[in-house]
């Protein structure tokens, strides 16, 4: 039996105002990053000896990068472009990230994203090489899905 951890497939659900985009573009990721955004804090209060210390959770940054096999992912950014345009309201966007491992007997966890906030970072595409968006943002929650 090897010792090494073999990695894992991330597949990515983008939801907008509660539809799910369409396409297999969605579903692989190239590469997911996600930061949680945890500020530590220190507070004196009159007549401690210690500062009482807290840790504060507040949302998680996240990148990631997907190929593009087809035209939903630009249909996604229009949409977004287009709202802003018009002066409409960003959409509420959910994300659902789903993480599968490839170690036999390991499983899969999913993680849920919302209140998302997120934008293009850049679309790539070279000679014969696959077309790319990467995307960046902020999620606000998080939530496991057993």
Known sequence: MSARIRAQETNLRITVDGKDQEGPTWLKVLKWTVTPKITNEETDFVGETEPDGDTLLRGYNFSFETQQGDKQVDMFVAGLQDNQDAFLPPPTIMMTVFKQYREPGAGAITHVYSDVSMKVDSEDG?????????FSGFAKRRALLT
């Open 126 to 134: 070279e000679g014969k090489s696959y077309l790319t968006y990467k």
